[in-house]
């Protein structure tokens, strides 16, 4: 049974920096492409990062390029999402995903676990 367990979401000023994790088990962590994605109620789940299963590639949204920074630990079949200069408008719930994805890394479709998500809540 796949697991994908997200943690370290919580509340931060706008400015701050938080650091996501995923843990993943119940798969060969080091044969999947992993991604994040978010989602505000009401509207759509939408990209943030994604990194390919060898670490070689990273792909960032526009809205985070600079600010997030995507990695892996295929030692500790673990994801990271390091967000520096939180903005408001980063507040959302963030999922974490795995996938045997090698283009179009930046949709959904080619994700088939998903974790429960982690909320993350930046104040102005």
């Known amino acids: 049974q796949v697991q994908l367990v997200e943690s370290g979401g919580g509340l931060v000023q706008a400015g701050g920096s938080l650091r996501l994790s995923c843990a993943a088990s119940?798969?060969?962590?080091?044969?999947?492409?992993m991604a994040w994605f978010r989602q505000v109620p009401g509207e759509e789940r939408e990209f943030v990062a994604a990194i390919s299963w060898t670490a070689s590639s990273t792909y960032y949204a526009d809205s985070v390029k600079g600010r997030f920074t995507i990695s892996r630990d295929n030692a500790k079949n673990t994801v990271f999402l390091q967000m520096n200069s939180l903005k408001p408008e980063d507040t959302a719930v963030y999922y974490c995903?795995?996938?045997?994805?090698?283009?179009?890394?930046?949709?959904?479709?080619?994700?088939?676990?998903w974790g429960q998500g982690t909320q993350v809540t930046v104040s102005s």
């Open positions: 995903a795995a996938g045997r994805v090698t283009r179009s890394f930046t949709t959904r479709d080619g994700y088939v676990y």
């Open positions: 119940g798969l060969t962590f080091s044969s999947y492409s």
